[in-house]
T-cell receptor, first 115, second 112 residues
Framework: NAGVTQTPKFQVLKTGQSMTLQCAQD?????MYWYRQDPGMGLRLIYY???????DKGEVPNGYNVSRLNKREFSLRLESAAPSQTSVYFC??????????????FGPGTRLTVL | DAKTTQPPSMDCAEGRAANLPCNHS???????VYWYRQIHSQGPQYIIH???NNETNEMASLIITEDRKSSTLILPHATLRDTAVYYC?????????????FGAGTRLTVKP
């Protein structure tokens, strides 16, 4: 099992450009999440998908959109990148959204720099 | 989610047990205690979680006090690969503001 995979690993954008971060999991999990981690800080939830066909905003959704393409895949789109979106983005999945089944498994991250 | 307090750093000798404390004095009855760790530049890794009983898995043991106001993560035989930042989180169901703000965590350094 590959677990949670993310592409790309690194990306440099110019202000105003758009891009989509891809995430896939092979654990048959129902719930998927997108986080950002800024230097020296904890993770902040951007969007989550409790189950296939649903998406909900997290703490910091502005400037992002998501698509739960199917049970395996959950993509994050930046429509018009801004320097404030420079961060490391982590995708995660869990069996269910709530305890005790929501231990999350994380991907390796995408390091995004917006110039 | 309740607030947690952890020491900023700890050292442990390789092969010895690492005991990482966490204070969560405001925890409510339906909040679980979760532990994750983050090795430099990698995604966080789930370790263990519990509600009120002590738990053990292949990675670690979680000891929760009877009043649930604190807990201890135990790595029974620490190795150099266990050097990481360890995060204690208490959580209930996910919501729009239910972030995974790990806080500063405890930086564990395992020394040869």
């Amino acid at each position: 099992n590959a677990g949670v995979t993310q592409t790309p690993k690194f990306q440099v954008l110019k202000t105003g450009q758009s891009m989509t971060l891809q995430c896939a999991q092979d654990m048959n999990h129902n719930s998927m999440y997108w986080y950002r981690q800024d230097p020296g800080m904890g993770l902040r939830l951007i969007y989550y998908s409790a189950s296939e066909g649903t998406t909900d905003k997290g703490e910091v959704p502005n400037g992002y959109n998501v698509s739960r393409l199917n049970k395996r895949e959950f993509s994050l789109r930046l429509e018009s990148a801004a320097p404030s979106q420079t961060s490391v983005y982590f995708c995660a999945s869990s069996e269910a959204p709530n305890p005790p089944y929501n231990e999350q498994f994380f991907g390796p991250g995408t390091r995004l720099t917006v110039l | 989610d309740a607030k947690t307090t952890q020491p900023p750093s700890m050292d442990c000798a390789e092969g010895r047990a690492a005991n990482l404390p966490c204070n969560h004095s405001t925890i409510s009855g339906n909040e679980y205690v979760y532990w994750y760790r983050q090795i430099h530049s990698q995604g966080p890794q789930y370790i263990i979680h519990g509600l009120k009983n002590n738990e053990t898995n292949e990675m670690a043991s979680l000891i929760i006090t009877e009043d649930r106001k604190s807990s201890t993560l135990i790595l029974p035989h620490a190795t150099l690969r266990d050097t990481a930042v360890y995060y204690c989180i208490v959580r209930v169901e996910i919501s729009f503001n239910n972030d995974m703000r790990f806080g500063a965590g405890t930086r564990l350094t395992v020394k040869p």
